[in-house]
RNA sequence: GGGCGUAUAGCUCAGCGGUAGAGCACUGCAUUGACAUUGCAGGGGUCGCAAGUUCAAACCUUGCUACGCCCA
């Protein structure tokens, strides 16, 4: 097949992809093989290719295809999350658009909807990920909602709880108004905003006078509980005890002392609003007041509901906590305006505030007091902590690894539970804490009166039930405990003759994340044991931003540990964030992403995974540089045009894996290359060093291989006919083409593909070749003689150059006092010489004119006699440059070796090689005086 | 407030004890012959600042400055 003159990468790109899909090339059967395994972030169902995706998946798609070539029987477990809020939130807004919502729909009718959307639109990235050449398992590809993965979160929120490791518990949670669910300490963005700190007079219920408050949130003084002073703080001290009668409500409220309270800010005395204030929740505690008494003055939107004691006057109720938009007034703007006329309010001062945010939906956080369902996550980081500790993980780049510590030593209980449709519903079932008390038909804001179930399904849970309430009532599972139809009561009541015993299932569902923390084991069949479980488990690697340390990486060590008892993966890959080319964040609001499928278009996927695999160096952020993905295209264009080339002059694919013999110091020296350069990218791979891989690769195939080999083994033209390429050099550059092409593949799939079957009839793909093993070895003479024709070579040019002569020039060449073995390599490389130094002839005397360049070359003087075309004084400086060039660092080694401490302190090899530089720069030096002096 | 990272050529970045490199950009030259998405040659850096350790520091230590990120 004749390579096309033009590489499109585009017409390419497709045709393999496909060809590999089919005929299953991703995932070989290698039973016998070493295992090796990635599993792949699964990204939002809803999601598409940003380019934060293209370099993590380039990353992983480099080991695996490596692995691959290794001959490992390499897995990457591919699929996507059902990422909760962000799916339901896609939904409701396609709802929205048709005047509807999510509540005109019974949760069943709305979860068919999304899984409708599910099937339709969901997805999209997959096949993104497939023009970027990821060679995923897609015919195992996995969804955190599908029914074996599914069965494994139940299993391990079932077993938690079994083992006292998950809980109910009424505590302030982070409560999103937006979207009306609880959210996790990591899912809060705390951001400083410009807001103002108001300060209040509470009058004393003595009538003795006032204590001073100061507070950012005004309004939540409808659920003040206290009035905290520090203890320490003498102004105070005769308060405590003390009441206060808080204005608006008129409720009676305690000074009490507390350290929470600081002297030294506003008044030194602050109000406590346990149900709305995490701070002030631990001063309540402390107060004495138990979670169930503390006060809610808020619904789930964040406007104002009356409190248990019934003291907020009628008008507030319904307010929003604080303006929004196209609400006329709110509850902040009428407390401060009553206090204010009440002639409590003292002063108002501007101050920036510390804010909490929700990071998807951007509302102000409110602290909550409701009922959720926590892991005890100090318990499950503790061994996470260890693997990392002992090196079981191994953080790669170890920066990583404080940071880790150092949250996982003061990680705080997770709250798992969310208040959506979308997700794992909780495996919870709730039942009367009696059969004679039927109040649990009220809402599930209180943990009181309620008996729990926690049960793998509905059939166990029943049948807990039936064991916890004996069999004289019947138990009917109810959806919604209001929504029994008569007919199947009074049947119910008709069998038996007495009420039922109704349960109910919880309605909220786990956070993403607490699924997605079982992935590494939970697409391999767990809980089942299954032989892809033993031999994936632990997985090799796992590649992950940086971004997602704590969400995601820190929770499947936890549960991998505690589940599987080992750990998910042996090393942790962390890499940095892709950002726009000024250094800012890439964000959708900002307008300043780059679309990975547009750069991909312009310049090829292989291009753009070159770039990422370039730029990846560790413990660095990317900066967006398009130049260089520009460059790497120029650079799949290179190696495209040397296999043009090689094909042209008769090199076809290699039939040997090992070496072939060489005679040509061309083709020793080129074996060593190769030889070289596998065991640099060994070594790049072993340290997980993407950018050095790149480089070493790109180097030996622009440098080596194309600049010098393919032009040295070059034939001649004679009289305008092209010359036959010699036998051993086609074989030769055959063999090193094609570990070439097997070495950049993991980089470069695509176009390595492509030249691999153009090249020849190959027995398998390349994707299934064999990496290159470095058997041959590196053959100093041929090191020594190609060195020498390359330094004459570019020194000859570069004289031309400098002296403004034509590059063209043919030229003779005289060397009075040559070495033997130079006139050796004369003899063997004269054509070579000729054509690319332009340097007709060699001759082993001296020159009969002083109108002559001169270099040195190794220990020899190479004179060229320019009678007519030489500028003698551009020639004289150019020399006096070369020689104060040498005599700067000969003389700088001089002066180290002639420091007795150098010699006497440093490493023995450390002198030798100066030493040896030093001969080589002072006989350098020492030619080019002799050559100036030549000139006259 | 605590922690982490970064500061090297105009730009983007390697190098992390033996005296500075790459890509892009720039300058000059070249070209029937794989490749203008090219080739050859070249210019350009007191390696943020200061002190220390060392025979030797861009590299190690300390301090400072600037920028970025994370946690509170």
């Given at each position: 097949m004749t390579i096309d003159k033009t590489f499109d990468p585009a017409a390419i790109e497709a045709k393999w992809y496909a060809h590999w899909e089919s005929t299953g090339a991703f995932r070989p059967e290698r039973p016998d093989a070493e295992p090796y395994t990635i599993v792949n972030p699964p990204p939002n169902v809803t999601g598409s290719l940003h380019i934060g995706h293209a370099l993590d998946n380039t990353l992983q798609d480099i080991l695996i295809r490596h692995a691959r070539l290794q001959g490992k029987d390499a897995l990457w477990v591919v699929g996507t999350d059902h990422a909760g809020i962000a799916t339901q939130m896609v939904v409701e807004r396609q709802l929205n658009a048709r005047q509807q919502k999510r509540t005109d729909f019974t949760r069943d009718e709305f979860i068919a909807k999304v899984w409708e959307w599910k099937e339709e639109s969901g997805g999209e990235i997959t096949g993104q990920l497939r023009r970027l050449g990821c060679s995923m398992d897609w015919e195992n590809e996995r969804f955190t909602m599908d029914e074996g993965f599914s069965k494994a979160v139940i299993k391990v929120f079932v077993e938690l709880y079994n083992q006292g490791l998950l809980y109910r518990d009424k505590r302030l949670v982070n409560w999103d108004p937006g979207l009306k669910t609880a959210i996790s300490d990591l899912e809060v963005e705390t951001r400083e905003i410009n807001g103002k700190f108001w300060h209040f007079k509470y009058p004393l219920e003595d009538g003795s006078g006032f204590i001073s408050v100061a507070t950012t949130r005004p309004e939540t003084m409808l659920a003040d509980m206290a009035v905290a002073v520090n203890p320490s703080d003498e102004r105070y001290a005769h308060l405590v005890g003390k009441n206060v009668r808080l204005p608006i409500t008129g409720r009676l409220i305690p000074i009490v002392a507390d350290e929470h309270a600081d002297p030294e800010l506003g008044s030194g005395a602050v109000k406590v609003t346990p149900g709305h204030d995490f701070n002030d929740f631990e001063v309540g505690k402390r107060a004495g007041f138990k979670a169930s008494e503390m006060f809610n003055m808020l619904d789930g939107e964040g406007r104002v509901v009356q409190t248990s004691d019934g003291l907020i006057p009628q008008d507030y109720i319904g307010q929003y906590r604080f303006g929004i938009e196209g609400e006329p007034t709110n509850a902040r703007k009428m407390v401060v305006e009553a206090m204010d006329a009440l002639g409590f309010l003292e002063k108002v001062e501007d101050r920036v505030i510390q804010t909490p945010f929700g990071d998807r939906s951007g509302q102000v956080i409110e602290p909550w007091l409701t009922d959720q369902w926590y892991v005890d996550a100090e318990t499950l980081a503790k061994p996470a902590i260890e693997a990392v500790r002992s090196g079981a993980i191994d953080i790669v780049?170890?920066?990583?690894e404080k940071t880790y510590f150092n949250w996982m030593e003061n990680i705080q209980p997770w709250c798992v539970s969310r208040q959506l449709w979308w997700g794992h519903r909780i495996p919870v079932w709730y039942g009367p804490i009696s059969y004679d008390d039927d109040k649990y038909q009220a809402n599930f804001t209180s943990l009181e009166g309620y008996k729990i179930f926690v049960a793998e399904d509905e059939a166990e849970a029943h049948a807990q039930a039936l064991e916890f309430y004996g069999s004289s009532r019947p138990i009917i599972i109810e959806e919604q405990p209001l929504s029994i139809s008569e007919p199947e009561r009074l049947v119910a009541e008709a069998s038996f003759g007495k009420a039922p015993i109704r349960l109910h299932r919880d309605n909220d569902v786990l956070d993403t994340w607490f699924s997605s923390a079982l992935w590494p084991f939970g697409t391999l069949g767990w809980p089942d044991q299954s032989s892809e479980l033993d031999r994936h488990y632990p997985n090799d690697v796992l590649v992950s931003g940086f971004d997602i340390l704590f969400f995601w990486d820190a929770r499947m060590a936890m549960q991998g540990i505690h589940f599987m008892k080992e750990v998910p993966w042996k090393t942790l890959y962390l890499h940095g964030l892709v950002r726009a080319a000024d250094g800012s964040k890439m964000s959708k609001s900002k307008g300043n992403t780059v679309d990975p499928l547009g750069l991909i278009d312009q310049y090829g996927a292989d291009a753009l995974r070159f770039f990422m695999a370039a730029m990846e160096s560790q413990g660095r952020d990317i900066k967006m540089d398009e130049s260089r993905v520009a460059g790497y295209r120029n650079f799949a264009t290179k190696l495209w045009n040397a296999a043009r080339f090689a094909q042209s002059n008769g090199i076809s694919g290699s039939h040997s894996i090992s070496a072939p013999k060489a005679e040509l110091a061309v083709n020793r020296w080129i074996i060593g290359e190769v030889v070289g350069t596998v065991e640099k990218l060994n070594k790049a791979f072993a340290e997980f060093r993407f950018d050095g891989m790149a480089d070493v690769i790109y180097h030996m195939v622009f440098d080596q291989f194309c600049d010098w080999y393919l032009e040295l083994i070059k034939p001649a033209f004679v009289d305008g006919e092209k010359g036959e390429m010699d036998a051993e050099s086609q074989i030769v550059a055959g063999w090193v083409l094609d570990q070439i092409l097997v070495m950049l593949h993991p980089f470069m799939p695509f176009i390595t593909e492509e030249l691999w079957h153009a090249l020849g009839e190959r027995p398998y793909d390349i994707i299934h070749a064999n990496w290159p093993e470095p058997s041959a070895t590196v053959d100093a003479d041929a090191v020594r003689e190609i060195d020498w024709v390359i330094d004459t070579i570019s020194k000859t040019r570069s004289f031309k150059a400098e002296l403004n002569i034509p590059p063209g020039t043919r030229l003779t060449a005289n060397i009075a006092d040559p070495q033997p073995s130079t006139i050796a390599i004369i003899e063997r490389q004269a054509a070579a010489l000729s054509r690319l130094g332009r340097i007709d002839s060699f001759a082993f005397a001296p020159v009969e004119t002083n109108n002559i360049a001169q270099i040195v070359v190794g220990g020899d003087t190479v004179v060229f006699a320019l009678d007519g075309i030489i500028d003698l004084d551009a020639e004289r400086s150019r020399i006096t440059k070369a020689i104060e060039a040498a005599a700067k660092e000969r003389d700088a080694l001089a002066g180290r070796l002639s420091n007795a401490a150098f010699v006497e302190k440093a490493k023995p090899e450390a002198v030798e090689k100066a030493r040896a530089d030093h001969a080589e720069k002072a006989s350098e030096a020492e030619r080019l005086t002799a050559a100036l002096a030549r000139l006259g």
């Open positions: 780049p170890k920066s990583w």
